[in-house]
């Protein structure tokens, strides 16, 4: 590996995620602050952006870009209290563009905040008992877990794991509270010491996430570290853990792919933070920091091999995982509308189209959370569960769900979901939130008309080839190339164990639809009893299986558009 990236020198320069971030909020002569900052602001879930509709015009006229800034709250696990809830809708509407954005990381964004709302909403965010701490950058994420309040021992526990992962991967810099809430930097603050992370803290995003299977509601596979709950008597007895996986490539460079993680051993609750903490100092160490294109954990892998880097995390550990435990993942995404626990319980899975909470919606969770005395549940598909809801309170919740039109709509809606994408998103190739929702329309039509209208068929679209939106694990993935224009991936497994394959590359909506409509008319005529749409694909030919990250690009066939 050549030389370190500018990234690291901003990070070692630093002085633990400080820079000049301070003194450029207090900068009101322009709306953003200076360049090196803004990669450190992520590290407090924090992103510089622009509105990109607006970019044209203001060029005109010759002004500085629109620039407004995105906060992404960290979450553990999605819970939030109701009255937290109350809050971060008070933020967004009096610091934010009024609307909440709800993650496929299990997080709430705020976007729009304008520069001298920023430090307001932190503290708002703050007085909520969350924080935005390493939401972004080059850290730990936001740990998400499957949303399965329905058993509620073992939801408690994979809750208490991620807050306690989260936790304890944290940075130690006191930089978020200086800079944001305190105002003031305590003295000494800067010589603080990094124990885990390192001074130039990862090499890049580092991700983890809980599974209990039959749910993959998480999709355990696509984050560096996956932890399948194994349960034995209503209890959790240890995890799979599973590492090296992720979603984001480049179009065009075939070194770069998405990645499935391998499943290296079993471990027993009481190990598994540590498990998780000596793959992140491997990770640290020996993570590419020259390119971020290949920094990730899954490329670490492949480099150095799995068994080298099982042996190594053998080594730090001092104790060899056990054998993988046997277990069956029957779906990714999320169940619909009400599901009882046995402790008499009911927790509604409440659809929110790509996340996006405005208008009615807002209006009606806003009135919901204020009755409401259970949890607010964020799901890793931008979904939402009210959870804990009392047989008493229930006829209340139903009639406000009514009362503001909050309906589950049909299958294939329920299970497609959407990355950010324009107008803020700085990275995106093309719309993915603002176009599903009319694409969706149009397959439903098709659907219907050969009898799929209550088929789950999981449909997953991005802006560009990152992958926010898990793509390559859907049945059908759309994904960015430039405006209007998308590659179209199929064969991804339902239950989010196996990768999909490029099909048409290049398609605008027209071709997306009529691609589809033809599969469509051959999966309702030649499907075998319970075949799901991504196996038929590859049953029928359609496309060919994909075996292992590195064979993403491999056995694409010369279809036409390809
Ligand atoms: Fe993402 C970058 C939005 C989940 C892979 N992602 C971005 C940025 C911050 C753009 C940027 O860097 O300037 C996007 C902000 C858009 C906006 O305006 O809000 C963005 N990512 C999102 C969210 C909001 C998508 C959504 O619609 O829900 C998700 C927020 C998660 C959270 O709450 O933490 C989101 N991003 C993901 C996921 C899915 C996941 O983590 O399960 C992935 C694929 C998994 C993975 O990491 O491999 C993902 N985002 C990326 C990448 C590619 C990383 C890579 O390894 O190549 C980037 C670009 C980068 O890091 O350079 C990116
Ligand atoms: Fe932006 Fe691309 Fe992520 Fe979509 S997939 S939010 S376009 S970075």
Redesign the pocket.
């Given at each position: 590996m050549s030389d370190r990236s500018r990234n690291e020198f901003i990070k070692e320069e630093s002085r633990y995620l400080r820079g000049t971030i301070a003194d450029g909020l207090r900068d009101h002569v322009t709306g953003a602050i200076a360049e090196d900052d803004t990669q450190l602001t992520k590290f407090h879930g924090i992103?510089q952006?622009d509105d990109r509709d607006l970019r044209g015009e203001r060029a005109k006229k010759k002004l500085e870009k629109a620039f407004s800034f995105?906060a992404?709250v960290r979450v553990p696990a999605g819970v939030l209290t109701a009255a937290q809830w109350i809050g971060l809708h008070d933020i967004a509407a009096e610091r934010g563009n009024g609307t909440l954005?709800?993650?496929?990381?299990?997080?709430i964004?705020l976007?729009g905040l304008i520069k001298s709302n920023l430090r307001p909403a932190i503290q708002g965010i703050h007085a909520a008992l969350l924080d935005t701490i390493a939401?972004?950058g080059d850290v730990n994420?936001?740990v998400?877990a499957s949303v399965v309040p329905q058993h509620p021992a073992i939801h408690t526990e994979i809750t208490a794991l991620a807050r306690a992962i989260s936790e304890h991967l944290l940075p130690r810099s006191r930089a978020w509270h200086e800079i944001f809430v305190d105002g003031e930097q305590v003295v000494g603050g800067e010589t603080e010491d990094e124990p885990i992370l390192g001074r130039t803290y990862l090499p890049?995003?580092f991700?983890i996430?809980i599974a209990v299977p039959p749910q993959n509601d998480t999709?355990v596979f696509?984050?560096d570290i996956g932890l399948i709950a194994i349960v034995a008597q209503g209890k959790v007895v240890g995890y799979n853990v599973v590492a090296g996986?992720?979603?984001?490539?480049t179009h065009g460079e075939p070194d770069?792919f998405?990645r499935t993680g391998d499943v290296l051993g079993f471990s027993t609750p009481d190990q598994v933070v540590e498990v998780c903490e000596k793959i992140v100092t491997i990770q640290r160490d020996w993570g590419d920091r020259s390119d971020?294109?290949h920094a990730?954990l899954k490329y670490t892998i492949e480099r150095v091999g799995l068994e080298r880097f099982a042996a190594e995390l053998q080594a730090r550990l001092g104790i060899s995982l056990a054998p993988a435990r046997p277990y069956q993942f029957a779906r990714t995404g999320d169940p619909s509308g009400w599901i009882e626990s046995a402790d008499g319980q009911a927790h509604h899975f409440l659809f929110i189209e790509?996340?996006r909470v405005l208008g009615t919606m807002l209006d009606g969770l806003r009135a919901i959370a204020e009755r409401h005395d259970g949890r607010f549940i964020l799901t890793?598909n931008?979904n939402l569960v009210i959870a804990d809801v009392a047989s008493a309170q229930r006829p209340v919740l139903e009639s406000l769900l009514q009362q503001f039109n909050l309906s589950s709509p049909g299958a294939l809606r329920r299970n497609a979901?959407?990355?950010?994408?324009l107008p803020?998103?700085?990275?995106a190739l093309a719309e993915s939130?603002r176009y599903l929702p009319q694409l969706i329309d149009a397959l439903e039509r098709e659907a219907a008309q050969y009898g799929l209208g209550n088929d789950e068929i999981i449909i997953r679209m991005t802006g560009c080839p990152?992958?926010?939106?898990?793509p390559y694990l859907a049945e059908i993935g759309l994904v960015g190339t430039g405006p209007g224009r998308y590659n179209l991936y199929l064969g991804g497994a339902f239950e989010g164990t196996r990768l999909s394959k490029l099909y048409r590359q290049d398609v605008g909506h027209a071709d997306m639809v009529a691609s589809l409509k033809l599969l469509f008319a051959a999966y309702a005529g030649q499907r075998r009893q319970g075949e799901r749409f991504g196996d038929f694909v590859i049953r029928t030919g359609v496309v060919r299986a994909t075996t292992a990250g590195h064979r993403f690009h491999a056995d694409v066939a010369s279809a036409p558009g390809v």
């Open positions: 992103y952006q995105m992404r954005r709800l993650t496929t990381r299990q997080t964004q976007h939401a972004c994420r936001n998400i890049r995003k991700k996430a999709d696509a984050h996986g992720g979603m984001g490539m770069t998405p971020r294109k990730r790509n996340g890793a931008q979901m959407a990355c950010v994408a803020t998103c700085g990275l939130e990152n992958g926010c939106a898990r």
